[in-house]
């Protein structure tokens, strides 16, 4: 398993022949990937809520502790909030789902809903973060 956190290396990782290629995807992969997109937000955002609740009960720590350490894990999960839905171009989407991918939150359902070209471009490039 590979991991990373930035943009730089999750292109470089993709590979840009595989990239060009894939650069402007169908209407219908469009227009799946516009609900993929808005499940797997919400998706990251309830284990960033759950992860929030979790620091939140923790009798462990002070408030001060508490807020801390929310303040830095919202702040962190901002930025990958950021990096991998932050897009709203056809010519962006194989990154955004690569990276969508990387952090564990497609789900096989989800990328059984694009054309074969997309499902092979994303099993071919089989990289989690997890």
Request: glycine letters at 4%; one cysteine or more.
């Amino acid at each position: 398993m590979l991991a990373f956190t930035g943009l730089a290396n999750a292109r470089r990782l993709m590979g840009k022949t595989s990239l060009k290629r894939l650069a402007m995807i169908s209407e219908a992969d469009w227009k799946h990937f516009k609900t993929v997109q808005a499940a797997t937000l919400d998706k990251f955002c309830k284990q960033i809520l759950d992860d929030a609740s979790e620091t939140i009960n923790d009798v462990v720590l002070s408030n001060h502790e508490k807020y801390i350490s929310l303040y830095r894990m919202i702040e962190k999960r901002d930025k990958r909030i950021a990096e991998i839905f932050n897009y709203n171009s056809r010519s962006k989407v194989m990154l955004q789902l690569y990276l969508l991918k990387s952090e564990g939150l497609l789900e096989a359902v989800q990328i059984a809903g694009f054309s074969t070209e997309v499902q092979e471009y994303l099993t071919n490039n089989d990289l989690y973060v997890r």
